[in-house]
C-alpha cells in the first residue's frame, strides 16, 4: 500500500461528503462509524482508521465539531483541502471498468468569460484524465466519472457556475468515432 493513501482517502470522503458524523464514546458508536464509512475505508482496521484521523487532526487537516447530542463531526479543514488538492489532484485519472455499461458520460459546462482561466484549466484537466471533445463545453467518456467531475468542481472553485454529467445511452453520429477512440470495438 502507498504511504498517504489513507490519508489520501479520508480527505477526498470529507471533501466529497462533506463530513462523516462520528460517535466514538461507546463501542457501538464505533460500529456505527464504520457502517457509513465508504467501501473504500471499511478495509482498513478501525485501530488505523482512528489513529490517522487523530494525525491529521494534529496536523489541522480535519476538525472535530462536537454536537450537543455528544455527536462528532469530521470536516476537512481549508488546510486539509490545499493537501488534498496537492498530493491528489495531478494523478486524477478514470479507471476503466472490465466491462463497458454502454453509457456515455457527457460533462457539460457553462462557465462565464470572466473565469476563462478556470475554464481553460478544467478543459485541460478533461483532457489529461483522457476526456474526448465533441464540443468546446462537452466532453464525453464511456467511464463512470463523477467523483472526479466533483473533485474537479471543488478544486477549480466553480460551484457557482454550471458544470454537470449527463449519462446518456446514445451520442449522435460521431459514436462510432468515439468508441473507437476509447477502444471499444
Known amino acids: 500500500m502507498k504511504r498517504g493513501e489513507l490519508v489520501q482517502k479520508i480527505l477526498y470522503t470529507l471533501l466529497v461528503s462533506g463530513a462523516i458524523l462520528v460517535i466514538l464514546s461507546t463501542p457501538s458508536g464505533t460500529r456505527r462509524l464504520l457502517k457509513q464509512l465508504p467501501r473504500e475505508l471499511k478495509k ?3 485501530a488505523r482508521l482512528l489513529r490517522t484521523l487523530d494525525r491529521l487532526r494534529a496536523q ?3 476538525e472535530y465539531i462536537k454536537e450537543e447530542d455528544g455527536k462528532i463531526i469530521i470536516r476537512a479543514t481549508e488546510n486539509g483541502r490545499d493537501y488534498l488538492k496537492r498530493i491528489d489532484f495531478d494523478n486524477l485519472s478514470l479507471k476503466r471498468p472490465d466491462v463497458w455499461d454502454k453509457k456515455w458520460r457527457l460533462v457539460i459546462f457553462d462557465i462565464p468569460e470572466k473565469k476563462k482561466i478556470a475554464r481553460e484549466a478544467l478543459r485541460n484537466k478533461l483532457k489529461d484524465m483522457g476526456f474526448k471533445k ?3 463545453s462537452i466532453w ?3 467511464f463512470p466519472c463523477e467523483k472526479e467531475i466533483n473533485l ?3 478544486i477549480f ?3 457557482d457556475w454550471w458544470l454537470d454529467v449527463i449519462i446518456t445511452k446514445n451520442i449522435g453520429k460521431r459514436e462510432y468515432q468515439f468508441k473507437k477512440y476509447f477502444n471499444l470495438i
Do not use: D, F, G, I
Request: charged share 15%; net charge positive; glycine share 0%.
Open 140 to 142: 464525453a467518456t464511456p
Open 152 to 154: 474537479v468542481k471543488l
Open 44 to 46: 482498513y482496521r478501525r
Open 134 to 136: 465533441l464540443q468546446h
Open 157 to 159: 472553485n466553480l460551484s
Open 60 to 62: 489541522n487537516n480535519v
